[in-house]
């Protein structure tokens, strides 16, 4: 069974400009996550779908950050415009019950 | 808000050697959850325990929860090259995985 995928693996833009970040969860798991990870700590939940809907995007900056989750299967997060300290690891998973599967991220360098 | 604190932040080990990795959090825990993560790479799930005095193994890794404590650990018998990487700890203090709160990771190095 093929894992949580993403894409792109790797992401070099300058500042100002648009990005998106897109997420394919396992067949089968209506909860996924977007969770963002700084050099040297844990992730951090910005956003959390149970199916379309969004169920947790307190921690989403959304002046500047989207998500959508179209027909409750795959996910793009996109960062209008991207800033320096947007430069980070955006990693998906998805989940049945309690336990997380997560992809192998994007990292995001912003110039 | 929960807050998980891992130790060591940083450990180096000779192949062969046993090590423990423990993770503290600020409040009731009622699942506990260990992954693994390369470097600049996703997180690898290993265990999860939701019991106090729950122990539990795969392999050369064993984990526990000390519920009283709030605490968990993470032992690995006989270190590999192969068991480098960095340790997150992850917690809920309700119920389901909704409110996952990680900690700052352990970066593993074992030297062969």
Not at chain 1, 22 to 36: D, E, K, V
Not at chain 2, 2 to 28: A, M, R, W
Not at chain 2, 80 to 107: D, M, R, W
Request: proline content about 4%.
């Amino acid at each position: 069974e093929a894992g949580v995928v993403q894409s792109p693996r790797y992401k070099i833009i300058e500042k100002k400009q648009p990005v998106a970040f897109w997420c394919n969860p396992i067949s089968g798991h209506n909860t996924l996550y977007w969770y963002r990870q700084n050099l040297g700590q844990g992730p951090e939940l910005l956003i959390r779908y149970e199916n379309e809907e969004a169920v947790d995007d307190s921690q989403l900056p959304k002046d500047r950050f989207s998500a959508e989750r179209l027909k409750g299967v795959d996910s793009t997060l996109k960062i209008q415009p991207a800033e320096l300290g947007d430069s980070a690891v955006y990693l998906c998973a998805s989940s049945l019950r309690e336990k997380l599967f997560f992809g192998s991220g994007t990292q995001l360098s912003v110039l | 808000s929960q807050e998980l604190e891992q130790s060591p932040q940083s450990l180096i080990v000779q192949e062969g050697k046993n090590l423990t990795i423990n993770c503290t959090s600020s409040k009731t825990l009622y699942g506990l959850y260990w992954y693994k993560q390369k470097y600049g790479e996703g997180l690898i799930f290993l265990m999860m325990l939701q019991k106090g005095g729950e122990e539990k193994s795969h392999e050369k890794i064993t984990a526990k929860l000390d519920e009283k404590k709030q605490q968990s650990s993470l032992h690995i018998t006989a270190s590999q090259p192969s068991h480098a990487g960095i340790y997150l700890c992850g917690a809920t203090n309700q119920g389901g995985s909704e409110k996952l709160v990680f900690g700052k990771g352990t970066k593993l190095t074992v030297n062969p």
